[in-house]
């Protein structure tokens, strides 16, 4: 599904050049969940930005579905984010003045799908993720897991080939956070790939695979046995 | 512009922001608000004057001689001037091609004017059939004095309306009515009509008549003529300073009055005057349009503000957008769509606003030198054109750049 090989990225800071990615090699397979740890400035933000084409990368190569992934203009960017890629956000990032239904029907909006679809389906996915009661709620009405909630049910609503959450559990107090990784793990059971950004150890122990980074490097790859976060609920 | 999804889509926008719409909209209203009512009066300024121009007949030139102030061929400073029937006949002989309309006009002094017991303060002045149309006067009741009233000497009165509504409201009518000027009676013959209420306080009667009962001899007070009116305003100044001039020289050569001698022999002309105030009145009107452009100017740098503003406060939307698939021109687009819509609903509502005040308050309006304030509609209507078109520029600026920022840039954490 996404396939990357010899990745480097760097960032310009006035006459300093910050090497932030060093020859990253990585290659995730349709319908796994996996977890990519590092501490602060490890690059995993940067990775994870890259993969969801919001950051172009300096060298290597980054295929997405079979789809090389590189020079795009930003016109090509969007329709690619919108038909591949769903995000999910440590701040939730909803539109505040959009209720929950609209702001999860958004994507449909942008793929052209008719609005009384993109409204059928914005109940549907609210319904996934147990929120349908909240559907005409405004963010700020909402708390933080089901901000979250609505979030995921958003970036699902596109049907994208990847989910990718970049520290979904951060704001959010542990149980909580269990409750938005039973989602995803749920999600996941479905067939769905998805890829967490984090750096709590319990959250990255709910995924199947735990990628380390560190300065820049991957310095770990290993397959974890799944905790399932539905007996923490 | 058609796509219905992307009206749905800014719909939802306004009405979840109506502060921020309601404030947008405010400064561009106020902007065509205040453009209209200015260019409203430059109008009824304009108007003002010109009716103040037609209380006389606009091509009308007037002789009021006066007193000498310098020495010429020997004679003294300080003569005063007298026209005579003589100099008013050589000059309509003279300036026949040139005269519509020509009347002298005798000032009857010493009488006393009696309307049955009452006293009649009102001036008496001896004039010409022609007067009527010099003055501009019109004739609400019975008839001017004509001709024939001149040669036969006749004993008769023209009365103005606001002498007929103070003294005769008593009876029906003034016409046929006899008010006695220093024991000789004069019937009323007609009422005229003038566009101020002081002009209506004379009574007119024939200037042979005023001459031959009131000891006038051959005296005439003053003169007055009328030009034949010309298409061209410029042409029609043009002919009236070059008849008055003639005229001048004609009546200071008689007079022995030196050429460069004004308060001795004053030509005056309407035409002339009337250039003057068209003249001012271009200039207040040049005037408010520069004060409603720098207010337009003004609005447009509001909109601008409000769209820099707007996106600023949008931009973390805009990320979002932009991170659900969102292309940079629909992001362009929403932002435009919305300005343009709003620029446009509101710079039609002042128009008709400040219109409708206009057509409602306008004709009310009772202030002198303005009237019936009123304003092209087509030009108020592209001055909308042109606020949108220009509220469009300067929301394009911001929108295109707000819509070239990376995402992970407007997502960054606030």
């Known amino acids: 599904m996404i396939e990357i090989k010899d990745l480097h990225k760097s960032y310009k800071m006035g006459n300093n050049s910050l090497h932030v ?13 996996v977890a990519i740890m590092g501490s602060s400035g490890s690059g995993k933000s940067t990775l994870l930005n890259i993969l969801g084409m919001l950051d172009e990368l300096d060298e290597g190569s980054y295929t997405l579905d079979g789809v090389p992934i590189k020079n795009l203009s930003e016109t090509k960017a969007a329709q690619y984010r919108n038909k591949f890629l769903g995000f999910i956000f440590q701040s939730f990032n909803l539109i505040n003045y959009k209720s929950a239904a609209e702001n999860v029907a958004l994507p449909l909006y942008y793929q052209k799908v008719p609005r009384k679809e993109r409204q059928e389906k914005a109940m549907q996915y609210l319904e996934k993720v147990g929120l349908k009661p909240w559907a005409e709620h405004l ?39 269990y409750e938005v990784m039973d989602l995803i793990q749920k999600i996941n059971d479905e067939g769905n790939t998805i890829l967490v950004v984090t750096h709590e150890e319990d959250i990255a122990h709910m995924c199947k695979r735990i990628v380390h980074l560190k300065d820049g490097v991957i310095v770990e790859d290993k397959k974890v046995e799944q905790v399932r976060a539905e007996q923490y609920v | 512009m058609f796509d219905l999804e992307r009206w749905q889509e800014i719909f939802d926008t306004i009405r979840k922001n109506k502060l921020r719409t309601f404030l947008t909209g405010l400064s561009v209203a106020s902007g065509i608000f205040i453009l209209v009512i200015l260019l409203g009066f430059g109008q009824g300024m304009r108007n003002g004057i010109e009716q103040e121009f037609k209380e006389d007949a606009s091509t009308s030139v007037w002789v009021w001689p006066g007193v000498t102030s310098k020495e010429y061929k020997g004679l003294n400073p300080g003569r005063s001037i007298q026209l005579v029937n003589e100099n008013y006949n050589n000059a309509t002989e003279m300036f026949k091609s040139d005269i519509e309309y020509a009347s002298p006009r005798i000032f009857v002094r010493g009488v006393s004017v009696n309307y049955g017991k009452e006293a009649l303060i009102y001036g008496v002045q001896g004039i010409s059939s022609d007067f009527q149309f010099i003055e501009n006067a019109s004739i609400s009741e019975g ?16 009365i103005g309306h606001k002498i007929k509504t103070d003294v005769f409201n008593e009876v029906e009518t003034p016409i046929g009515e006899f008010i006695d000027i220093s024991g000789i009676p004069f019937k009323v013959i007609g009422v005229y009509k003038e566009m101020e209420d002081r002009e209506e306080e004379r009574i007119y009667i024939p200037i042979t008549t ?39 020289e004609y009546l200071q050569q008689v007079h022995t009055i030196a050429p460069d001698d004004t308060s001795a022999m004053e030509v005056w002309s309407a035409m002339e005057e009337a250039k003057r105030y068209y003249g001012l009145t271009n200039n207040i009107k040049l005037f408010f349009w520069f004060v409603g452009i720098c207010t337009i100017i003004a609005g447009v740098v509001g909109v601008s503000n409000i769209m820099m503003i707007v ?20 992001i362009i687009g929403m932002i435009l769509h919305e300005a343009i819509f709003v620029t446009a609903i509101s710079g039609f509502a002042g ?16 202030v002198d030198y303005v009237l019936n304030p009123s304003v092209n509609f087509n030009v108020a209507f592209s001055t909308v054109l042109v606020l949108i078109v220009a509220g469009t520029l300067a929301g394009f600026v911001p929108a295109y750049r707000a819509a070239k920022v990376k995402v992970i840039e407007s997502l960054r954490d606030e």
């Open chain 2, 351 to 366: 128009l008709i606003f400040s219109m409708a005040l206009l057509e409602l308050v306008g004709p009310n309006i009772e």
């Open chain 2, 143 to 158: 008839r001017f004095i004509n001709y024939q009233d001149e040669v036969n000497v006749g004993k008769v009165a023209i």
């Open chain 2, 210 to 248: 005023a001459q031959k009962a009131f000891n006038g001899g051959n005296r005439v007070n003053n003169m007055s003529f009328a030009l034949p009116p010309v298409e061209n305003f410029d042409q029609a100044v043009a002919q009236a300073i070059n008849f008055k001039n003639g005229l001048r």
């Open chain 2, 311 to 330: 996106v600023k406060e949008r931009t973390r939307e805009i990320g979002i957008r932009k991170a659900l698939g969102a292309k940079p021109w629909s």
């Open chain 1, 21 to 33: 990615l060093k020859g990253i090699n990585f290659k995730v397979e349709e319908g796994e969940l």
């Open chain 1, 139 to 177: 963010p700020n009405e909402l708390s933080g897991g089901q901000k979250q909630r609505v979030a995921i049910a958003r970036a699902m609503a596109a049907e994208p080939k990847v989910l990718l959450a970049d520290e979904p559990t951060g704001a959010l107090d542990s149980k909580t956070s």
